[in-house]
């Protein structure tokens, strides 16, 4: 059964820098790309960054470039977040996805599994 | 961006009848054969849930009264019979190409 359990959400200051962690099993963690995606209080879902299975590609989104870095153990099956210079627009809860995979699909299919979610709040 | 623009924004269903959720892409989202179109229930207090990839394969366990018509820029959740479990908001996203883009949200509620 697959499980992604996020951790590491407390409350920061506009400024400083936290890292969250994303803990999964009921899969080979290495054969599947993962997301961040975030949601803000009462508002809709967005996508943050991705990493692929290896490790070697990741993609942010404009709003995070320069400040989040995406990586992942695959021998702790383990996601990560580093999230620098926090403001308070990034205040939301963020979830880790699983990326769909299917043979001879390249690229990236969607998302079909997400854990429950972290709450990282930015207030001075 | 590929932006999607969901309509409606919200919708009351009596149970037992029929809803439609439109969702427009600013870019065709065929590639190599596949739609790279899916659709997501968020239901309240929850995590998303993958209900439809590939704009009309249904995730497992999704019931087969969800279905995705339209192809291309232009696509529809239909629920040919709507269930008190239904309830939530309902998000499209696009996946061509990153950044992956969600549409805002339709929320779902019961009449």
């Known amino acids: 059964q697959v499980h992604l359990v996020e951790s590491g959400g407390v409350v920061v200051q506009p400024g400083e820098s936290l890292t969250l962690s994303c803990a999964t099993s009921g899969f080979n963690f290495r054969n599947y790309a993962m997301h961040w995606v975030r949601q803000a209080p009462g508002k809709g879902l967005e996508w943050v960054a991705l990493?692929?299975?290896?490790?070697?590609?990741?993609s942010y989104s404009d709003a995070v470039k320069g400040r989040f870095t995406i990586s992942r153990d695959n021998s702790k099956s383990t996601l990560y977040l580093q999230m620098n210079s926090l403001r308070i627009d990034d205040t939301a809860v963020f979830f880790c996805?699983?990326?769909?995979?299917?043979?001879?699909?390249?690229?990236?299919?969607?998302?079909?599994?997400w854990g429950q979610g972290t709450l990282v709040p930015v207030s001075s | 961006d590929i932006v999607m623009t969901q309509s409606p924004l919200s919708l009351s269903v009596t149970p037992g009848e029929p809803a439609s959720i439109s969702c427009r892409s600013s870019h065709s989202l065929n590639s190599n054969g596949f739609t790279y179109f899916s659709w997501y229930l968020q239901k309240p207090g929850q995590s998303p849930q993958l209900l439809i990839y590939l704009r009309s394969t249904r995730a497992s366990g999704v019931p087969d009264r969800f279905s995705c018509s339209g192809s291309g820029t232009d696509f529809a959740l239909n629920i040919s019979r709507v269930e008190t479990e239904d309830v939530g908001t309902y998000y499209c996203?696009?996946?061509?190409?990153?950044?992956?883009?969600f549409g805002q949200g339709t929320r779902l509620d019961i009449k």
């Open positions: 990493i692929s299975g290896d490790g070697i590609e990741e």
């Open positions: 996203m696009q996946a061509l190409q990153t950044p992956i883009t």
């Open positions: 996805a699983r990326g769909l995979s299917r043979i001879g699909i390249p690229g990236n299919i969607a998302f079909d599994f």
